[in-house]
């Protein structure tokens, strides 16, 4: 369900990185919340193509490619451009600008106790041949933060110590300035936590192979589905059930808009006699339901690519006055050398 | 004497960290090579402020004070903005874009075993407390070179890693690419060297007190050559005295014009009767020769502040278009998402 804010005039700022088609774990983790939130908040989404190059270096033309899929997700689930400003981040040169500047106010050694980078190092395999970039990139995402002067994140939980690394900078910058520069920002952590993937593995990842785009097919989906991972102990129809771990009522429970029946489906499952056929039938009609209307918008958005590069350009535009101008706040208030233009 | 360059089609990218007046130790060893090189080729000189505060963020009023005072020192030494390029790091975006995508193809690992670097935390002992920019500045300065096209880089010995360092990032992305869209850069080493401070040591330097800074009243060079170090040895005016080490020798070989006075100056001294007296009054001779007028052209320019200001402007608007074309040449050759204007 999608996480409650309690500041109406708070700025938020999200964003994907652009490796990949975005899969239903985006859209309960985070799409669909910010379909929500872009009512009664300035909602700025990023499409983090710089921040996607700082472990893809290599493969530029794949990241790129994916900044159009992205965009294409955002507005098959309902981001709406008048409301929530979509922008491309490699072509806002004050996030790198202020990057430079939060680089000076943080230790080698704070960035190598990031929790997030530790563990994405030893994920990736990095060891000490870790891009340089990979190492700096929470300042970078520091600098997008405090560049869109937001002060609403919503993240993943794991994704809290980004937030830690902001606030400890724009404290720093704030007690040098002596006054209050930058607010400092707050992390929304979805009440949903993260979405399993169809195998039962903790994360859905297309890297994983366990994932499903939000782009799938029908077929695609009813394969999914029918492969999903259930209860290993639960060999017979009358056998009673484990509801936990098992990903249908998972999936039922992220995604069925029928509180109740999934209620009463989960208590005839523990005490037996409802097979795996019967609630996988059901979860695949919720998921048809709500992947057909959004796979519907994405090939009509897909028939209009000048429109999509469009919004993009709007979106960037109004986020390059935004972060410019607060770039021009850091450098005067740090009392930068000022050339003319 | 001035570095000799073998190339009239080369890019010069040159420049300083305006931390403090500039001293006659620059003028050795590169603020005279300038105003020769700046003849028939295309000379860039960076006031790089951005690189100062990566390692005097809590002081980024003092680097600006000096950005002014550093273009004031470069007026009066004759470097000729109708010939050479004066301009502000810091208002370059370009440069902070191209490091972001930069660090990108360079390690940890790799920066940490700079020994620029390594040699530099050590003497300023930052341990693992080194700033991030600090860190990743040789990767700032490799973008600075790269976006100026440089390929004739003038640096003291002991900064050839550097472009090293630069010829490394530009031979991947060149690699990458395909063709060879970035020139690699040749260090320039002066033939004269490093100049020793006042005292003998070394490395003239202001933070050790043995500077002479450019801006140096006659009264102030007349103590700084009273107070120089000889030859310990060298008690009686009829004693053999030794040349070696000698900083009013070494002061005499690195300015004084008259090349064969200074040869028998020296037989004479070596096999005594020649007192540290008189070898002091033509050195004192010599250094308010070269320094007056430098001093006079400074306190000119001192008043026409608006004039330095406008040199600036008018130096880094062109830098801005150089370097941004780079960018833009690299972002394309990336196939980088391009968003319009």
Redesign the interface.
């Known amino acids: 369900m999608p996480a409650t804010s309690t500041d109406p005039g708070a700025v938020i700022l999200t964003g994907d990185r652009p490796t990949g088609p975005l899969h239903l774990g985006h859209y309960c983790g985070s799409l669909r919340n910010r379909v929500a939130l872009q009512h009664g908040h300035d909602q700025f989404v990023l499409i983090a193509?710089?921040q996607a190059?700082?472990?893809n270096?290599?493969d530029?033309?794949h990241?790129?490619r994916h900044?159009?899929e992205v965009a294409l997700d955002y507005l098959a689930v309902g981001i709406d451009p008048e409301l929530t400003t979509i922008c491309?981040q490699?072509?806002l040169?004050?996030l790198?600008?202020l990057?430079?500047?939060f680089?000076?106010?943080?230790?080698?050694?704070?960035?190598e106790r990031n929790p997030t980078i530790k563990e994405e190092i030893q994920v990736r395999g990095f060891g000490?041949?870790?891009?340089?970039?990979?190492?700096?990139y929470p300042?970078?995402q520091a600098a997008d933060i405090a560049a869109f002067r937001a002060t609403l994140v919503p993240v993943g939980a794991d994704q809290a110590p980004i937030i830690e690394q902001t606030n400890e900078i724009v404290r720093r910058l704030n007690r040098?300035v002596g006054h209050t520069l930058l607010p400092e920002a707050r992390a929304l952590i979805p009440e949903s936590g993260r979405l399993a993937g169809v195998d039962g593995r903790a994360k859905m990842s297309k890297s994983q192979g366990n994932a499903l785009a939000l782009s799938a097919t029908d077929d695609a989906i009813r394969a999914a589905v029918r492969r999903m991972y259930t209860d290993p102990d639960h060999l017979r129809v009358t056998d009673p059930g484990r509801v936990e771990g098992n990903v249908v009522f998972t999936y039922l429970d992220a995604f069925d808009p029928d509180r109740d029946t999934v209620h009463e489906l989960k208590a005839h499952y523990r005490r037996g006699g409802l097979g795996d056929t019967a609630v996988k039938r059901r979860l695949e009609t919720v998921l048809l339901d709500l992947l057909a209307p959004i796979r519907e918008r994405r090939t009509a958005w897909a028939d209009r690519p000048d429109d999509v590069?469009d919004i993009?350009?709007d979106g960037?535009?109004r986020a390059r006055g935004v972060t410019q101008a607060t770039l021009e706040a850091v450098?005067d208030a740090?009392?930068?050398?000022?050339?003319?233009?």
């Open positions: 193509d710089a190059l700082t472990d270096a290599d530029s033309g990241i790129t900044v159009h491309v490699s072509a040169p004050a790198c600008e990057t430079q500047l680089l000076n106010l943080v230790t080698v050694a704070r960035l000490r041949d870790i891009p340089a970039g990979f190492l700096c300042v970078a040098q590069r993009l350009r960037t535009r450098k740090l009392g930068l050398y000022r050339v003319g233009r």
